[in-house]
């Protein structure tokens, strides 16, 4: 495939992605300082979506790479989140309408997180 189809194929794909993001309405990633992640650009997360929690509320998405990764559009959203104790989390999914991450030595963590 020439890279120009790539770039059609991807631009096509992430179109249709947004359209389905739109529609389930997953709270967006408004805005993340780990600039270092593969998918941040600009403190921009451009992932299509991510997956946050465990031991502490970190995106598990987060991937340290000197290539930029990621699609041509913003779609980034929050696909799921095991943080049972944050009053956002209605039956593991996030019900924030944004949320903010934030680098903190190792880990990418959400900053919206409120313990309920
Ligand atoms: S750390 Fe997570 S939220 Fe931040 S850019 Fe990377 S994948 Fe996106
Ligand atoms: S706001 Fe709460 S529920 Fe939403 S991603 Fe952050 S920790 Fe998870």
């Known amino acids: 495939m020439t890279e120009i189809k ?14 389905v993001i739109n ?9 993340c300082d ?3 992640c ?5 403190g921009i997360c451009y992932t299509i ?5 465990a031991s502490g509320p970190r995106c598990n998405a987060f991937v340290q790479a ?14 799921a989140c095991k943080m049972k104790e944050c009053q956002y989390n209605d039956c593991l999914i996030c019900t924030a309408p944004d949320i903010s991450v934030k680098w903190h ?6 900053q919206t997180f409120t313990k309920r």
């Open 6 to 19: 790539k770039r059609e194929y991807r631009r096509h794909w992430h179109s249709r992605i947004t359209e």
């Open 23 to 31: 529609m389930v309405k997953m709270p967006r990633i408004k805005t």
């Open 34 to 36: 780990a600039k270092m």
């Open 38 to 42: 593969g998918y941040n650009r600009d």
């Open 49 to 53: 979506a991510i997956n946050v929690g």
């Open 66 to 79: 000197d290539i930029k990764c990621g699609g041509d559009e913003i779609t980034s959203g929050v696909g």
């Open 105 to 110: 030595g190792i880990q990418a963590l959400c």
